[in-house]
């Protein structure tokens, strides 16, 4: 028969992991806020809105790169492994990388008249940067979620959204 300190100490041994699961899911919304008003104290408001055309080009990028790979790494991962990882990165980068250059030769040949663009090479560089990013994202994130690492999962999205403010605050100073 268990002890009374042995059957606390075992809810506790279970219950932390799932508190920092719910702290870091209830984290996501409330970052997505302050990302929301960071953003919108350091830029414009054409400059916010013009970002926010951009995120769902580089969204859109992502899934068509991806080819499908995160879902079929979620399917398969179980009878194939980690090796199925790296493959699904390789097909997902090069396809990706096709993606990239069709839209950043259609940014360079695009007038979208939005006021205080220039399309240029670091354009298209940060352009094709946030996509491959964006592909790594979901093909780390597809892993992640298949080894059922939820808290590492978390962890990648804010991440994700850090680094949205660190390179407008980079693009803004």
């Known amino acids: 028969m268990k002890t009374f300190a042995a059957a606390r100490a075992g809810v506790l041994r279970h219950a932390v992991p799932g508190v920092y699961y719910y702290a870091s899911f209830a984290a996501l919304p409330v970052l997505g806020l302050l990302q929301t008003r960071v953003l919108t104290s350091l830029m414009s408001q054409s400059a916010f809105g013009s970002l926010q055309l951009v995120v769902p080009i580089v969204n859109w990028c992502v899934l068509l790169g991806g080819l499908g790979t995160p879902q079929y790494l979620v399917r398969f991962f179980a009878r194939d492994g980690n090796d199925l990882f790296w493959r699904c990165l390789a097909v997902a980068l090069r396809a990706t990388a096709a993606v990239s250059l069709v ?9 979208p008249g939005l006021e205080g663009y220039r399309a240029g090479p670091a354009v298209a560089l940060l352009l094709a940067a946030a996509i491959v990013a964006g592909q790594l994202s979901a093909q780390v994130k597809a892993l992640l979620r298949v080894q059922e690492q939820h ?7 804010i991440l994700e959204r850090l680094m949205i403010l660190a390179g407008v605050a980079v693009m803004v100073w």
């Open 151 to 157: 808290l590492l999962y978390n962890l990648v999205v």
């Open 103 to 111: 839209v950043i030769a259609l940014a360079a040949a695009i007038d």
